[in-house]
Nanobody, 125 residues
């Protein structure tokens, strides 16, 4: 049974930082590209960041580029999202997702085979 479990969310002031983690189990982690998405109340889910299987290629939305960093540790079956210079508009539930064999666009939510339950990030002004 595949499980993706996010952690690290919370309440932070604007300008602050958080580091999200997503621990994967029940799959061969190194076979999967990974992504982070977010969904704010009343808005559609949007792509945040993606990373290929080796960790050598990363992708970011324009809204987070230069502020967020995605990384992975295949030995620990974990993908991370370091979020710096947080803004109130970053407030959302953040989800990680897994895509077997880099099957499609990392920016497309339909590409991914599995998704976690999410972790809430709230940025106060």
């Amino acid at each position: 049974q595949v499980q993706l479990v996010e952690s690290g969310g919370g309440l932070v002031q604007a300008g602050g930082s958080l580091r999200l983690s997503c621990a994967a189990s029940g799959l061969t982690f190194s076979w999967y590209a990974m992504g982070w998405f977010r969904q704010a109340p009343g808005k559609e889910r949007e792509f945040v960041a993606g990373i290929n299987r080796s960790g050598l290629k990363t992708y970011y939305s324009d809204s987070v580029k230069g502020r967020f960093t995605i990384s992975r540790d295949n030995a620990k079956n974990t993908v991370y999202l370091q979020m710096d210079s947080l803004k109130p508009e970053d407030t959302a539930v953040y989800y990680c997702a897994a895509d077997l064999n880099e099957s499609g666009s990392p920016r497309d939510t339909d590409t991914y085979d599995y998704r976690g339950q999410g972790t809430q990030v709230t940025v106060s002004s």
